[in-house]
C-alpha cells in the first residue's frame, strides 16, 4: 500500500498550491480520502475529507471556502486545490484513507512566506 503526496513548495501569501496524492495497493474507489496537516509544535489537524465516489465534501473552519478536495478514482489519485493561502497554512500535509483500514501518506511540505 503506498499513498504519495506531492505539490507542495514555497509560495507567498494569497497564492495558490495544488496538492496530489496518488495511492496504490488497495481499492481506492471504496475509501473516503482525507487530507490532514501539521504544522511545527502543533498536533495534526483536519483539513477536508471526500466520500468513495466524490459526491461528498467537508471542510474544516480554517479552510472552508479557500481549499477545494476533488478525486479521480480511474487514477487513484485525490487533490487538495488551496488558494488564498495564508502563513498560517504553512504545514506539512498528509494523505489519509479511511475504510476497512487506514492508511497515511509520507506528507508533502507546504510553506506560505513572503
Known amino acids: 500500500v503506498q499513498l504519495v503526496e506531492s505539490g507542495g513548495g514555497l509560495v507567498q501569501p494569497g497564492g495558490s498550491l495544488r496538492l496530489s496524492c496518488a495511492a496504490s495497493?488497495?481499492?481506492?474507489?471504496?475509501?473516503?480520502m482525507r487530507w490532514y496537516r501539521q504544522a511545527p509544535g502543533k498536533e495534526r489537524e483536519w483539513v477536508a475529507e471526500?466520500?468513495?465516489?466524490?459526491?461528498?465534501?467537508n471542510y474544516g473552519d480554517s479552510v472552508k471556502g479557500r481549499f477545494t478536495i476533488s478525486r479521480d478514482n480511474p487514477k487513484n489519485t485525490v487533490y487538495l486545490q488551496m488558494n488564498s493561502l495564508k502563513p498560517e497554512d504553512t504545514a506539512v500535509y498528509y494523505c489519509?484513507?479511511?475504510?476497512?483500514?487506514?492508511?497515511w501518506g509520507q506528507g508533502t511540505h507546504v510553506t506560505v512566506s513572503s
Open positions: 489519509n484513507a479511511y475504510g476497512l483500514r487506514n492508511y
Open positions: 495497493g488497495f481499492t481506492f474507489s471504496s475509501y473516503v
Open positions: 471526500i466520500t468513495s465516489a466524490g459526491r461528498s465534501t
